[in-house]
């Protein structure tokens, strides 16, 4: 009787132990993935990943103006930012948004490209010739409606202009209140960019050199 008695027991205490077992992977696994959760790095585009990664104390100049562009009732914001340690080596950016401050058009470029033989001028001219550039970035005669006139054609308005853009790019011609913003693209190309109602942003429709 014993010898049946004793094998039970164990087999009781030994179900007991795996049961208890059982219980702590579970616990674990809600704690890693709370902690993982918590530390998981922003989505890309979202608010807290633009917080993240821009470095605003960087910023040395900033230029703005409100004009007509995308919409004939509501201004769109017009902003041109440097960055960077001084004039002569920072980085621009320039963005249109529109009244819901929705982006409409961004261009990257290094301030230095502006200049003609930057090399030959000392930093002080550098910097006059930059700060008058930027000066006159969003004058009056930088914006101009109708944003292509009626002589204009798609092939001859690019040096190499993309087949996809022409049917977009016939529809702004053909809004005579469609507005044109043109400004710098190094040191004597001009880029004219009109808004696209298709697109829902800004595309260019204009390119010299």
């Known amino acids: 009787m014993k010898n049946k008695i004793i094998p039970l027991a164990l087999l009781l205490a030994l179900a007991s132990c795996g049961n208890r077992e059982q219980k702590v992977p579970k616990t674990d696994t809600t704690r890693t993935t709370e902690h993982v959760n918590s530390n998981a790095p922003p989505e890309p585009g979202s608010d807290e990943d633009v917080r993240i990664s821009t470095d605003t104390s960087s910023l040395i100049k900033e230029y703005s103006t409100k004009h007509y562009f995308s919409d004939l009732k509501e201004k769109d914001a017009f902003t041109l930012k440097l ?53 006159h970035y969003f004058d009056e005669d930088k914006f101009r409606s109708p944003a292509i006139t009626g002589a204009q054609a798609f092939e001859e308005a690019f040096g190499n202009p993309n087949a996809a853009d022409k049917a ?42």
């Open 168 to 209: 977009d790019w016939e529809k702004i011609k053909a809004n005579k209140q469609a507005i044109r913003f043109s400004h710098r693209e190094g040191y004597e190309g001009m880029v004219g960019i009109a808004y696209s109602k298709e697109r829902k942003k800004a595309m260019p429709v204009y390119y010299s050199d």
């Open 83 to 135: 960055y960077g340690k001084d004039l002569s080596t920072s980085k621009g950016l320039l963005e249109v948004k529109n009244a819901r401050n929705q982006l409409l058009y961004q261009y990257r470029f290094s301030t230095i490209d502006l200049l003609i033989d930057p090399e030959s001028m000392p930093e002080s001219e550098q910097a006059a010739r930059i700060n008058e550039i930027f000066k």
